[in-house]
């Protein structure tokens, strides 16, 4: 019995209920225009005569219902009420308009059912709740029939007073029962008809697709920029302690470079997380660094960190300025990384060549230092690698190429980037 009676009055059911009333309140104003149209085959001029007028004036307003439903805002309007009400997996149902005509018909087709449910349990609603009511309450009221109320005498019959509350009761439960049910069965049917299509998981797909090449860019533009600059300040500032005493000009030198780095870096987070931010226009006016314009400042506050760098760059005619931009932003964080690799991972005073070439199709970029000494056994290597496959990342995304590893006691990271993207 408690089974029972929360499936037809418990919390679920009687949400279900309240998406049926708002079924045939929507449906009200089509029943009116019905109504108006079917007037004429019963001669009469009444808005709501017979039951069989009543019924026809339904029949008629239920296909203006299904021709307003082909506008695109009817399957999120349903899709939000059914989320809200029918207790419906929110992975079961689509998202935004239909984008295919099939889904729209299917999206048709459930509107055209939620007025035609909502329509009929309402209306049992209206006339059975009171009726019902009156047969509960008749034994009480029935006293006042020869006052004011007029009953007829048959429901002064002792049988009448006895059958009428349980009728009533009956009515109640037969009323929950086809609400129950109806509500049901348009639960089970909203995963069908306002699911998503092969259109939608596949513009579901693009768009997470979207959001995680967004997040993996943002991912190694934070490694790239914050990482190198604080390897540079740490390193930075341990040298400057080290001669703190009897070198006060090395340690305002690297001071400078530790304000200079941090100032350098803040814009770029900035930038960076201004991405983050829906309207904020600094990310567009932010200028990410790029190798014509920075890979001196890059050289320098890389060699005040103690890292001693030997840069070959041969750009051709026009120099850095003459690459392509995007080539030119992937190209100094290509460099800005392997130098901060060696910074973390070979210390100060080690040596790096850089070599940066440009020819007809390509942009080639080398970086070679030393290896540092072994670490023990089962030692985890700094950073986790995650610099060295952002390294490929980018080189992938121009269509390049990256190869790394240790040769003769010396690493080295070689990186070609094509001048114009490859198909």
């Not at 931010?277 to 890979?295: I, V, Y």
Request: glycine share 10%; hydrophobic share 45%; net charge positive.
């Amino acid at each position: 019995m408690r089974r029972l009676g929360a499936a037809l009055f418990g919390r679920r059911a009687r949400r279900r209920w309240i998406h049926l009333i708002l079924g045939g309140a929507l449906a009200m104003p089509y029943v009116f225009v019905g109504s108006i149209a079917s007037g004429p085959l019963f001669h009469d001029d009444r808005l709501f005569g017979s039951f069989a007028a009543q019924l026809v004036a339904f029949a008629f307003g239920l296909p203006l219902a299904a021709i307003t439903a082909l506008f695109p805002l009817t399957r999120p309007m349903s899709v939000a009420a059914v989320r809200a009400l029918c207790s419906v997996p929110d992975e079961a149902l689509a998202d935004g308009p239909p984008r295919s005509r099939a889904a729209r018909g299917r999206a048709v087709a459930w509107f055209t059912l939620h007025l035609g449910f909502g329509g009929i349990i309402s209306g049992m609603t209206l006339a059975l709740v009171p009726f019902a009511t009156f047969l509960i309450a008749l034994p009480v009221a029935v006293g006042l029939a020869d006052s004011w109320l007029g009953f007829p005498a048959s429901l002064h019959e002792p049988w009448a007073l006895a059958v009428a509350p349980v009728a009533g009761a009956v009515s109640l439960v037969a009323l929950a029962g086809c609400a129950a049910g109806s509500g049901a069965l348009l639960a089970r049917w909203a995963p069908p008809l306002l699911g998503p299509t092969p259109a939608d998981r596949l513009a579901e797909a693009e768009r997470r697709a979207a959001d995680l090449a967004v997040r993996n860019r943002l991912a190694r533009e934070l490694h790239d920029s914050v990482g190198h600059a604080l390897s540079a300040v740490t390193l930075q500032a341990s040298a400057a302690r080290r001669v703190l005493d009897h070198d006060p000009e090395f340690v305002r030198e690297a001071l400078a470079a530790i304000e200079d780095t941090t100032r350098r870096t803040v814009g770029e987070l900035d930038a960076v997380l201004g991405v983050l931010r829906e309207g904020d226009q600094r990310a567009a006016t932010t200028p990410a660094p790029t190798l014509a314009a920075d890979l001196d400042g890059l050289l320098t506050h890389t060699r005040a960190g103690g890292l001693r760098v030997e840069a070959a760059v041969d750009l051709g005619p026009g120099g850095a300025d003459a690459l392509p931009p995007m080539v030119s932003r992937e190209a100094y964080r290509i460099v800005q990384e392997s130098l901060s690799n060696a910074l973390k991972h070979a210390g100060p005073g080690t040596t790096v060549t850089l070599r940066i070439a440009r020819d007809a199709t390509g942009l080639d970029l080398t970086a070679e230092n030393p290896l540092p000494d072994a670490p023990p056994p089962g030692s985890p290597r700094p950073g986790g690698g995650h610099g060295l496959r952002g390294v490929a990342e980018r080189a992938k995304l121009l269509g390049g190429t990256t190869e790394s590893g240790a040769t003769d006691g010396t690493w080295r990271l070689r990186v070609r980037l094509p001048l114009k993207p490859t198909p």
